[in-house]
């Protein structure tokens, strides 16, 4: 089954500070790539993602992911955070082809972030 | 606008007590699921469906059901609710192997 981890729960960064979470996947090909954010009392958000090609992914709100297939890892960095980057991040896979198992979502358990000013 | 709707925000109720949440998408997709988030668990899925009259048990269904009569809805039932169903709720629709859309969560306490 596949699964993803997400190793650090919360973690603390000083405003213009450069940013690296890390999310590794367990699956037996390449799935698709995924990184939301959440902020408070929200939804989640999709940052960018990752299907194919470049293994540089650039995203919204100044993000970016690099996938390593070697590492099983898909880590979200921004260069400078901005104090309205505080959120939780979650990593997530999916299958990339349809299954029995509805294509679903499996999410890490997430990374809490605090922006200090 | 592309969304997601779910309703309530924001719901208190007793053990016991047979509630609805209701989830609607407005962008045609086949896959809809419906996902309960704690802390320290991320986000789990609970059911999914396939498409209209195609469902099937996530990776913790218990407790729960849905149903899935039109393509753009999908509530999701709590037939005797327990405060451990006590968590945040996301309704989530998707177009084949793409990104999820999520609605804006469903905070249900269950006393």
């Known amino acids: 089954a596949q699964s993803v981890t997400q190793p650090d729960i919360h973690i603390t960064v000083s405003e213009g500070a450069s940013l690296e979470l890390r999310c590794n996947y367990s699956y037996g090909a390449t799935p698709y790539l995924f990184w939301y954010v959440q902020s408070p009392g929200q939804g989640l958000q999709l940052l960018l993602k990752y299907f194919s090609g470049d293994t540089l992914v650039q995203g919204i709100k100044g993000f970016e992911a690099e996938f390593k297939r070697s590492q099983s890892s898909f880590n979200l960095r921004k260069p400078s955070v901005h104090w309205s980057d505080a959120a939780e991040y979650f990593c997530?896979?999916?299958?990339?082809?349809?299954?029995?198992?509805?294509?679903?979502?499996?999410f890490g358990t997430g990374t809490q972030l605090k922006v200090e000013l | 606008e592309a969304q997601v709707t779910q309703n309530p925000r924001y719901l208190i109720t007793v053990t016991g007590k047979k509630l609805t949440v209701t989830c609607s998408q407005n962008?045609?997709?086949?896959?809809m699921s419906w996902y309960r988030q704690d802390p320290g668990l991320g986000l789990r899925q609970i059911y999914y469906s396939m498409n209209v009259e195609v469902t099937d048990k996530g990776d913790v269904p218990e407790g729960y059901k849905v149903s899935r009569k039109e393509k753009r809805n999908f509530p999701l039932i709590l037939e005797s609710p327990s405060p451990n169903q006590t968590s945040l709720y996301f309704c989530?629709?998707?177009?084949?192997?793409?990104?999820?859309?999520f609605g804006q969560g469903t905070r249900l306490t269950v006393v």
């Open positions: 962008m045609n997709h086949e896959y």
């Open positions: 997530a896979v999916a299958l990339t082809r349809v299954t029995g198992g509805g294509n679903k979502l499996t």
């Open positions: 989530a629709s998707r177009t084949g192997p793409t990104e999820a859309f």
